[in-house]
């Protein structure tokens, strides 16, 4: 059985850069992630309620520790304004040492 990985990636969508900045601030805010990544305007196309849209809305890739994975969900739920918000989950097989000791750095709750 595989080791579970130390730090997971979590990319997401909101619909306004504002509501993008706000979760993000608020995640690093709590030292739930150590960085939020937000580019955009991204064109997302999805099936919704049996119809397909189009919608413009701004990518969050989100790196956090996955020991702080199940608070960063609960806040994440809190702070998104959508009724289903995407969240994808990747683990992160390895990094530079000097980044990932900088992330587990920012996401400890000792600060």
Same mark, same amino acid.
């Given at each position: 059985?595989? /080791?579970?990985?130390?730090?997971?990636?979590?990319?997401?969508?909101?619909?306004?850069?504002?509501?993008?900045?706000?979760?993000?601030?608020?995640?690093?805010?709590?030292?739930?992630? /150590?960085?939020?990544?937000?580019?955009?305007?991204?064109?997302?196309?999805?099936?919704?309620?049996?119809?397909?849209?189009?919608?413009?809305?701004?990518?969050?890739?989100?790196?956090?520790?996955?020991?702080?994975?199940?608070?960063?969900?609960?806040?994440?739920?809190?702070?998104?304004?959508?009724?289903?918000?995407?969240?994808?989950?990747?683990?992160?097989?390895?990094?530079?040492?000097?980044?990932? /000791?900088?992330?587990?750095?920012?996401?400890?709750? /000792?600060?």
């Amino acid at each position: 059985m595989a /080791a579970e990985a130390e730090f997971t990636v979590v990319l997401s969508t909101a619909g306004s850069a504002a509501d993008a900045a706000t979760i993000a601030r608020q995640l690093l805010d709590r030292r739930l992630a /150590a960085c939020v990544n937000i580019t955009g305007p991204v064109t997302s196309v999805f099936r919704w309620e049996g119809e397909v849209r189009e919608e413009q809305e701004c990518l969050l890739v989100i790196k956090t520790r996955t020991s702080r994975l199940k608070a960063m969900r609960e806040a994440f739920l809190e702070l998104h304004p959508y009724d289903c918000p995407e969240m994808v989950e990747l683990p992160v097989s390895g990094g530079l040492p000097p980044y990932l /000791a900088w992330l587990r750095q920012e996401t400890s709750i /000792a600060g």
